[in-house]
């Protein structure tokens, strides 16, 4: 089955840049979609198929996607952006979420 | 407006069936290109996909727990119903429903508040 690994944590100060990767088999490939989640709350998409940003992301949001990682960027990082954060595509009739990036704000 | 709202026992025994409800509003469920997906979060872990149902009534599920799963639709009255059997404790947490927008490359656009569900020994 199709697999995707993201490292456990990032840690960033605000104002700067945290990059979130995603790896698997040929995932340059693919759609990739990266979704946000905060304790108690649902899911939220912030980039979709690569690199689109949903109406009401901040511009600060940006993805990238190439051979066997996938990246999502967030520029000038605030408190706000402090949350888990998954990658996530479509494989073989399965859809598949990666395993998750804690991002926290120093 | 697109809402989804899942509802379901708060609570399960070991072995027992888990039967959880997910209405929908705002888009209709024969529509091609609008599909349901059910979502899982264990406390304290990733996310995990459990099935999917699409606008053509095929279905798809999580392999590994393909043989407990069942998706269902009854598009008259918008909702999208999971049933997960032999329930056993690791399967406590919040499940989630979703809608997935093939239109824009099968992503999870609009997603429930999710529901706590917890199984007991």
């Known amino acids: 089955s199709y697999e995707l690994s993201q490292p456990l944590s990032v840690s960033v100060a605000p104002g700067q840049t945290a990059r979130i990767n995603c790896g698997g088999y040929?995932?340059?490939?693919?759609?990739v979609h990266w979704y946000q989640k905060k304790p108690g709350q649902a899911p939220v998409v912030v980039i979709y198929?690569?690199?689109n940003r949903p109406s009401g992301i901040p511009e600060r949001f940006s993805g990238s996607n190439s051979g066997n990682t996938a990246t999502l960027t967030i520029n000038k990082v605030q408190a706000g952006d402090e949350a888990d954060y998954y990658c996530?595509?479509?494989?073989?009739?399965?859809?598949?979420f990666g395993t998750g990036t804690t991002v926290t704000v120093l | 407006q697109v809402t989804l709202r899942e509802s379901g026992p708060a609570l399960v025994k070991h072995t027992q069936t888990l039967t959880l409800t997910c209405t929908v509003s705002?888009?209709?469920?024969?529509?091609?290109?609008?599909?349901v997906s059910w979502v899982r979060q264990p406390p304290g872990r990733s996310l995990e996909w459990l099935a999917a149902?699409?606008?053509?009534?095929?279905?798809f599920y999580n392999t590994s727990l393909k043989t407990r799963l069942t998706v269902s639709k009854d598009t008259s009255k918008n909702q999208v119903v999971l049933r997960l059997t032999n329930m056993d404790p690791v399967d406590t947490g919040t499940y989630f429903c979703?809608?997935?927008?093939?239109?824009?490359?099968?992503?999870?656009?609009?997603w429930g508040q999710g529901t706590m569900v917890a199984v007991s020994s």
């Open positions: 979703a809608r997935v927008n093939a239109f824009s490359g099968d992503v999870f656009d609009f």
């Open positions: 705002g888009f209709s469920l024969s529509a091609t290109g609008n599909s």
């Open positions: 149902i699409h606008w053509d009534d095929e279905k």
């Open positions: 040929n995932i340059g490939r693919k759609n």
């Open positions: 198929r690569v690199d």
């Open positions: 996530q595509v479509w494989d073989t009739s399965t859809y598949v």
